[in-house]
């Protein structure tokens, strides 16, 4: 399933309403031009390196070049760390916000993926309904106390979870973030789930303010999420 970000749409008017639809082919999400997407699976190094080459452009060139090399390495040491741990969970995308959005740069992530049900011998579906498939999904990391909540995106089922997640050093996240994960039910195919998860830590608190607007432009993102078709 490959991603599509044109801000262009295709209205489906007119004829047959019962008429079936081309199978889809992959996503369309409109995301600030602050964001990047990093393909996980092709095209990976030439993305990273467009990334850091516009961010290694607006270093002014006339600073102190004993603190801008050791400044770039690291900058680069991380954000290759973070597109390779996406890389290790097998996902298909990941969007980072690579400028400063106004005055401050976000700390938030957003990571694209597929899940696939599995079945027993024999079956040609899943036995259980779509909502209580995509929570059993959701609920393979074993979070607890999360807000769960359904509706439809785009003419799929979506199943919504919304949690806090504490920080866990062992695994890089020095910090709590505030997490909005939703499953989607990929049209007119029942064993394969579309999962975009956002992440952010907020302005050093996940439940701050500057969080709350966060999960709030995502969920906006969300609504406007779109199939596309061949």
Do not use: C
Request: charged share 30%; net charge negative; hydrophobic share 40%.
């Amino acid at each position: 399933m490959q991603p599509d970000q044109t801000e262009t749409t295709t209205e489906r008017g007119g004829g047959d309403n019962d008429a079936p639809q081309a199978p889809v082919t992959g996503y369309r999400v409109l995301l600030p031009s602050e964001w990047a997407q990093i393909p996980l699976r092709h095209g990976t190094e030439d993305a990273v390196r467009r990334v850091l080459d516009e961010a290694f452009a607006r270093i002014p060139a006339d600073g102190p070049q004993d603190k801008i090399g050791p400044y770039k390495r690291e900058l680069e040491r991380r954000f290759r760390a973070s597109v390779a741990d996406a890389q290790r969970s097998k996902a298909l995308d990941l969007y980072l916000p690579v400028k400063p959005m106004g005055d401050f740069t976000v700390g938030a992530s957003i990571l694209v993926s597929e899940s696939v049900v599995p079945r027993r011998a024999g079956e040609r579906h899943p036995a259980a309904e779509p909502t209580e498939v995509a929570v059993q999904l959701l609920a393979r990391d074993g979070v607890e106390d999360a807000d769960l909540s359904s509706g439809d995106i785009d003419g799929a089922l979506a199943v919504r979870r919304e949690h806090v997640a504490a920080a866990a050093p062992a695994k890089g996240a020095e910090v709590a973030s505030r997490r909005v994960e939703y499953v989607l039910s990929v049209p007119d195919d029942p064993e394969r789930w579309f999962v975009a998860a956002f992440s952010t830590v907020g302005g050093g608190d996940p439940r701050d303010e500057l969080a709350e607007a966060l999960v709030e432009w995502f969920d906006a993102v969300m609504a406007n999420f779109r199939w596309s078709r061949a």
